[in-house]
């Protein structure tokens, strides 16, 4: 006989959590907000709760400094929300590349005692799923001792991975509220420049992968006269949405997964939520599967559209911190990199600004002290700004300073 979870209070769900547990939470916009600020509440009674989690939305007041006896935060990904507790050494930063996160799990480098989740309703069947972040989260629901979750009617139901039945919850907590949105800005002009220089070099019949931010939205948008693109990605936002309804995201040149988009999780406003819910198109998927070099290979023309922080002369790009301070985290970037280099016809593409915001210059002749390299040099084929193009696989080491140097704002040479 299956197991009925307790329907509970958050406070009375988080009370199975003990000191020294090892806590993972769920990620993105799927992060249970009314579970996290219960268990910051149970503070007083905790110490030395390990917290695990890639990026989340939203709150997370157990990395308030007050609070650093009772939990630790070992992040996966830094967020906004922790950033500050890393770089003042309150919280710990790992790097990994993604798609070996669940691995951290499954082989048992992090055990588990509790996943934090929420879901949405159970079906007439009794199942659940994940909704808009199944990425490592899916493994951290087969491993975890304890599951505990936020049954939200908010929450997409999503295809592929993510269905877990109720039974196999230990608490849920019954919540209504709307899920976290990341609206993107409108592109500055000279995103919208980098962006027609992306878009220019994607063929048709080409399969994408895109981080989030206002550059892929710009490629996206400059991307209306393509024909039959396809969509594996770690994860995608607002700007796919206008190709798939005018019929230039097809999916199907896709080896893998015709005629599907395949993705981890998504982050956007409640109009990618809707497009998500029960839409068949869409498969959520194991992150150790989306971001297997292995798998991401065998589609055609992979070209992979992603940013960084800085990048040196001999194309050396940093993509997780600014010099020693932790920024975000390595991410997928080097798995998508690396697959697009070997997929037929593929093309890793370092899109980004020549200058900050406050007109600091992102190619330079160094990276600053304490620069983590996240793609190496080795692995590097283009950088985009908005002074055009640089193709440096092949080249030496003198022939990529050149054309480097043509990349830059005029006001540094």
Do not use: W
Not at 36 to 65: C, F, M, N, S, W
Not at 248 to 265: A, D, Q, Y
Not at 396 to 410: D, G, K, M, N, V
Request: hydrophobic content about 40%.
């Amino acid at each position: 006989m299956p197991k009925h979870p307790k329907h509970v209070t958050a406070a009375e769900a988080v009370a199975l959590i003990n000191s020294n547990d090892r806590v993972y939470v769920h990620s993105v916009a799927a992060a249970p907000q009314t579970l996290i600020q219960a268990l910051a509440d149970r503070a007083p009674e905790l110490h030395d709760v390990q917290i695990y989690h890639l990026h989340t939305e939203g709150e997370a007041p157990y990395a308030k400094p007050e609070l650093a006896r009772s939990f630790r935060v070992n992040n996966l990904f830094v967020g906004a929300n922790v950033r500050r507790a890393v770089n003042e050494g309150r919280a710990d930063y790992i790097p990994v590349f993604l798609s070996e996160v669940p691995q951290l799990f499954r082989g048992g480098t992090i055990p588990l005692d509790v996943a934090l989740l929420m879901v949405s309703p159970p079906d007439k069947n009794g199942y659940v799923t994940l909704g808009t972040s199944v990425d490592a989260s899916l493994a951290a629901s087969q491993t975890a001792r304890r599951l505990i979750a936020e049954i939200n009617p908010n929450m997409p139901r999503t295809h592929g991975d993510g269905a877990v039945h109720i039974s196999q919850f230990d608490r849920v907590v019954e919540v209504d509220y709307p899920l976290v949105e990341f609206i993107s800005p409108e592109p500055t002009e000279t995103e919208r420049m980098i962006g027609g220089y992306v878009a220019e070099m994607v063929e048709d019949g080409a399969t994408l992968q895109m981080g989030i931010g206002t550059i892929p939205n710009a490629a996206l948008d400059a991307m209306t006269n393509h024909k039959g693109l396809g969509i594996h990605t770690e994860m995608f936002a607002e700007g796919v949405l206008d190709l798939v309804e005018s019929g230039v995201i097809t999916n199907e040149f896709k080896n893998k997964h015709r005629h599907h988009i395949v993705t981890g999780f998504v982050m956007g406003s409640k109009r990618l939520y809707d497009f998500i819910d029960d839409n068949p198109l869409v498969r959520f998927l194991d992150i150790a599967y989306v971001n297997d070099t292995a798998v991401i290979r065998q589609n055609p023309k992979v070209t992979a559209i992603n940013s960084a922080i800085e990048i040196d002369l001999t194309g050396q790009v940093c993509s997780d911190s600014i010099g020693s301070r932790i920024y975000s985290g390595v991410g997928g970037q080097m798995d998508f990199v690396r697959g697009a280099s070997l997929s037929p016809g593929g093309k890793p593409i370092i899109a980004l600004p020549s200058t900050t915001s406050k007109g600091i210059r992102r190619i330079t002749s160094q990276l600053n002290p304490g620069a983590g390299v996240v793609p190496t040099r080795a692995h590097v084929h283009y950088v985009v700004t908005e002074y055009g193009v640089a193709h440096l696989h092949g080249q030496t080491l003198r022939e990529r300073a050149r054309q480097l140097i043509r990349l830059p704002h005029p006001a540094h040479p």
